[in-house]
């Protein structure tokens, strides 16, 4: 019965909120080095915790290749299903820490929104998933295997889970994984997230003459890399938003209708409220496709940044002898990542210009991910997790990437189940982060029923 | 006759280079405020000297709009010709310092070279050019009027002396305006520049979205005004060099066959060298046309800095709010600055894609200069200048841009007389710095003998 596991869960609110406050207290900052013994104290703060209070004994700190990662399992029966927990215990950086209306590293309530770096991404969702475990095992009714990984390393790169999760498969393997690290499309609407897009992230470098030249005596008959880069991003994207990029779209899984319905209602539904956001009046891109399907189905190219000559204040005559441009596509199901770097690494070199040579690198690459909506795990997250709301559970595709969920899929071969606890309006990166605290709690009940039904 | 004035700068020499030298070691930097109290220094340095040793008591410091000019005249008959000197007393600054072989303010004879900044921008032509004033008058065969302006900003925009000309154009009235700051093609060759190329030096806003965004969330429905960028500059620009303004070539004025063939002879001449010192194996561009011709005689647009979005270390998944590009004309004789600027910018507007706002502001503008072949002071120049030689008089078209002798061209409306004494290895605007110092005895030379004929 989930039931005593949820009243002890109840019994437990003020101990939980606390725990999350001491959590948050450690300012676990990964992207800067600075602050990665405090990322070293979580990890141990976590196995501490994970010891004494969720109930798991074997909790450790598994050093990565550059910070650590916690692991914990509980294995009751090996004939259960097991459940892989993913979380990740590092922060963004605070700055502009001038705009934060209260301490960063200093959980403050406010209403019903826990203000604090990491609020929300991602400690209070993770903490949630290890509270459910903590009441299922404290009220005997844990009755699936449990194996929690958490990471401190997500803001910055991943690099140690990623290798751990390669090597370690066998170790890992589970039959499901459970990632508490998305949002809801709006307040009140349950969001499961069940496709990302995949990326592969590059920067091209052009050079032309082996000096920077002067435009008196050169313009006109040297090659130009920052025109040369024009030229390619002009030829590798149109205005109709057509990558041209040949065998890019042929990988393409294709949607059916009801997806593409779906897509077209996300659209109708989200689409004037997320123009307002961004302070545009039109979605300039592939017209024919709805925008929710370009922003989460269809591949899309951007640049990120360029950089090349002469940026500081007036004017100064020079031609650069290099510039680069940091570029990427969104990959959608059926998109391999690097098979489209060689695609693009190969027309980016056909099309480099007279004098000029061009070369691509990866920087970041990561797989797209589907789990299909027939999927019978879906429809038993959508029960647990749907029971906290008076409205339906919404199935979103993500236009971003999550690498390690990708990751879990190439390697363990276990769908992710993804519940959304995060709102549009959390400052997730930015300064005020916070976390609508009734979700924490709510988060708690929703994998304490999820568990629980796994292992009926 | 001159042959006095030439024996006396003959018995002058060694006053001659000591003065030079005196005038070298104040560092004159007018690109860095901490230096304005030098420039200002030198100013009063030349003053002293124009009445103490040149002869010319009225020499004054003229207060600029930033940093002073130096004045002088001698009227010696109103029914005379006058001639305009112009010269600059500043220099660039002396940054990578690590690399110069010498201290760059104590001038350092090697050889026939004489070592240090401002050697030869543009101190050693410029004294030279009033040291032949001073030839003249100390033995009584100045035979022309004689105005001497020299400004102190030439690195860092004329903005004083541009104010100065166009007010006083009444005052400056005179029939040549001789400059010595261009330089020889090649040693012993001595070189007259008799055209030089116009500029519009804009810069490019592209502006999308109110804030970045996420890739993640908008990548495939929002603009991006890095790509919107490449768009404009691949549309304004194609891969053959040719300029897509229309208007723009319209108003070029023709080329004579003869003045295309020196053109051709040069390209044969000098283009595999210039080809070499860019590390470059072609030159991309309007093949149509030689090499010498694009570079001097046509219109061109380079890019010069672009920079947008997230140029740091590794990936960030942003599209931009913003981004900018420096981008510049340089125009050929017939062209005007401001009618190709509002052409460029109605142009760009008209290109901006679909929610990008693009604004194209003027940084920079200068008109182009041309003083025909068969102008009959050009034959006296070449007389007065190519008797220090043995080979002829070369007429090169400049690629580059004399802000001030454009200002001249349009206030004064009196020729430019530009007689080059640089090499190309003087290293301007460089560490190690130098002038052949036999050339600061021949520019002393030829410049008496070009006042002296013009009187005659």
């Known amino acids: 019965m989930s039931q005593a596991a949820l009243s002890y869960a109840e019994s437990k609110r003020d101990a939980h909120l606390e725990d999350l406050k001491a959590l948050i207290r450690i300012p676990s900052i990964s992207g800067m080095s600075d602050y990665h013994p405090e990322v070293r104290r979580t990890a141990e703060w976590l196995v501490t915790h994970i010891r004494t209070t969720i109930g798991i004994d074997n909790a450790k700190v598994v050093e990565g290749v550059a910070l650590p990662l916690v692991y914990a399992e509980r294995i009751i029966d090996r004939s259960k299903p097991t459940v892989l927990v993913y979380g990740h215990f590092d922060v963004q950086p605070i700055d502009p820490v ?69 090597e370690k498969a066998a170790e890992l393997a589970c039959d499901y994984v459970l990632i508490l690290d998305t949002g809801m499309i709006d307040k009140d609407i349950p969001t499961i997230t069940h496709s990302l897009r995949g990326m592969t992230y590059t920067e091209i470098t052009a050079k032309g003459a082996k000096g920077d030249l002067h435009s008196g005596g050169y313009g006109g008959i040297a090659p130009n890399p920052i025109q040369a880069l024009a030229w390619v991003l002009s030829d590798l994207k149109g205005r109709d938003g057509h990558i041209n990029l040949p065998g890019l779209y042929e990988m393409l899984r294709p949607l059916s209708d009801e997806d593409r319905a779906i897509l077209q209602r996300q659209s109708d539904e989200r689409g004037p409220a997320m123009m307002a956001a961004a302070g545009l009046t039109s979605f300039p891109g592939e017209k024919q496709y709805s925008p929710m399907e370009r922003m989460t189905s269809r591949p899309t190219l951007e640049v990120h940044g360029i950089v090349g000559g002469f940026i500081g204040e007036g004017s100064k005559t020079v031609i650069p002898a290099e510039a680069k441009a940091k570029v990427s596509l969104r990959l959608a199901p059926g998109q391999d990542s690097m098979k489209v770097y060689e695609l693009l690494k190969a027309r980016v070199k056909a099309l480099a210009p007279e004098g000029v040579e061009m070369d691509v690198v990866l920087l970041n690459g990561g797989e797209p991910l589907l789990l299909p909506l027939d999927a019978p795990v879906l429809t038993i997250a959508a029960e647990a997790y749907g029971a906290e709301f008076s409205q339906p559970v919404e199935y979103v595709r993500g236009g971003g990437s999550i690498p390690v969920a990708a990751l879990f899929d190439k390697h363990l071969k276990a769908p992710c189940v993804m519940l959304g606890f995060g709102l549009p309006d959390d400052n997730v990166h930015a300064p005020n982060e916070k976390f609508h605290l009734p979700y924490y709690y709510a988060a708690i009940r929703s994998c304490i029923r999820f568990l629980h039904r796994l292992g009926a």
């Not at 309530?109 to 991602?122: F, M």
């Not at 095992?137 to 401190?152: F, S």
């Open 98 to 166: 001038e705009l934060w209306k209260t301490p960063p590293f200093e959980p403050t309530l406010v209403g019903e929104s826990l203000y604090a770096r990491g609020a929300v991404d991602d400690k209070g969702p993770t903490l949630a998933a290890l509270k459910a475990v903590e009441s299922l095992l404290a009220t005997n009714n844990l009755a699936v295997n449990v194996k929690i990984l958490l990471e401190g390393e997500e803001e910055s790169g991943s690099e140690s889970i990623s290798a751990y999760v390669a």
